[in-house]
């Protein structure tokens, strides 16, 4: 697979965001390593930014280092081991020296947590490097509520939101209430449990793919969902899953808007997904100067 550079073409390398409290000049402050994801890269760049300007106000020096590719997820899934491997080698390496890895996405979080380190159980020479690197990965909220102790954020979204959990993020990280905390710091903006938000949207990766009746059956049921509970938006914390339940949503016509919640934590003003008008590209006034 070939080095893909396109992701340090859209985010800046190293340089928090222009808003954010300027933690990298107080060298005690933990650095962090930002893993943009490939969805954030190609179809959602404004999480990115949005992520950096919540690490950075935690207090933490975040960069973003060149060279990041596919974390292996896909391969790994399909049962292509080989490739799997040759990509946490590399994730190892460009992650090597930060005190934290941080990624907006808790399946590409899960994949350096746990899956590298059976990857590479049986390498001598990347079993260690891959456990080290797992102790120091993290999925967003998780870490700025359980690392970084932060409870609130000076955000406000006037919006009577609800929220979907996403397998991985739920069931292998236990991201759940973390972002929640950090939601009800938001100013003018209402929690409003869906049933079953803890259910499967039918995304899966690959899976909407290879069972499309069962997966559009599945994001149908969760529509329904979030349409019973009266919420004018929905918030999560995976981009593959909302990018599916936004498709969806589009194509019923709702007007039910859709945001990663570092989007709505982060104050972030600009179109929510399903919009064919923008892939969540910043406004001028949002970009790191």
Known sequence: MSDNTACVQKMPPTKPHSNARRSDSNASAPRVGFLITCLVDFFRPSVGFASIKLLSNAGCRVEVPEGQTCCGQIAYNNGDIVNARALARQAITRFAGFDYIVAPSGSCTNMLKRHYPDLLADDPEWAPRARDLSERCFELTGFLVDRCAIRQVESSYPGLVTYHDSCVGLRELGVR????????????????EMASSNVCCGFGGTFCLKYPEISTRMVSDKVSNIHDSGADTLLGGDLGCLLNIAGRLERLESPCKVYHVAEVLAGIDHSP?????????????????
């Open 177 to 192: 209430e973390q972002p929640r905390i950090l939601l009800r710091s938001v100013t003018a903006l209402e929690i409003r």
């Open 273 to 289: 997904m399903g919009n064919s008008s923008t892939l969540g590209h910043m406004q001028k006034s949002d970009r790191a100067s």
